[in-house]
């Protein structure tokens, strides 16, 4: 790495380690639910001062569904291959119930090598597990789990104006660069063949 990318990325470490005063709360500890066959675990500020330090190498999937990706924004690097559709009904718990994606590994696959360094996210880090548990069955071994996902966990205090918000870490509370617009390099589409 030079020296002028070295003091960039350096750079951009202090300014986002300067957005942690800002947030609601961190997380030490792994819920059950973002823990990961592989191990491999990464904040949404890590992810992004990785993926800094070598995008060429360092690839991030956002398997939220397309819905999510649009509407509600997305990392401009993050390639979307959702594991999971909506499917417009709800349980008894008024939760969306959602299908999952046979397609799932054949659309990574297509994209990205086993070898890769995988950085995968969801809304807050638990889909993300899934989908790095379905590759680490497939053979990949360098796959991470944003444990705090696009949006981050909810602020669980019920005094607060913000209770139930998810404004708690996150891709886009850290200060990350997120987008409203489509790459359709990256969007999922589901004209998308499968060989």
């Known amino acids: 790495m030079g020296k002028k990318k070295f003091i960039i990325v350096l750079t951009v470490f202090f300014l986002l380690t300067g957005f942690a005063t800002l947030s609601f709360g961190f ?7 973002k823990q990961t ?6 904040t949404a500020r890590e992810a992004y001062i990785k993926w800094l330090s070598d995008p060429g190498n360092v690839k991030i999937i956002d398997c939220r569904t397309p819905e999510e ?3 509600i924004g997305h990392a401009p690097m993050a390639c979307n291959i959702p594991n999971e559709f909506v499917t417009h009904k709800f349980d008894e718990k008024k939760k969306p119930v959602m299908e999952p994606n046979p397609d799932y590994l054949s659309l990574v696959k297509k994209k990205f090598s086993s070898d890769d360094i995988i950085l995968i996210m969801c809304r807050s880090g638990a889909r993300s597990a899934n989908s790095v548990n379905i590759l680490e069955e497939a053979g990949f071994k360098r796959v991470y789990n944003i444990t705090d996902g696009f949006e981050g966990d909810e602020v669980k205090d019920p005094l607060s104006t913000f209770n139930g918000k998810r404004l708690r870490n996150g891709w886009k509370n850290a200060g990350n660069p ?3 617009d489509i790459d359709t390099n990256l969007a999922y ?7």
């Open 27 to 33: 997380e030490t500890d792994i819920p059950e639910k």
């Open 37 to 42: 066959k592989l191990g491999l675990y990464i």
């Open 69 to 71: 990706y649009i509407f």
């Open 178 to 180: 997120w987008t409203y």
């Open 189 to 195: 589409s589901p004209e998308a063949k499968i060989e």
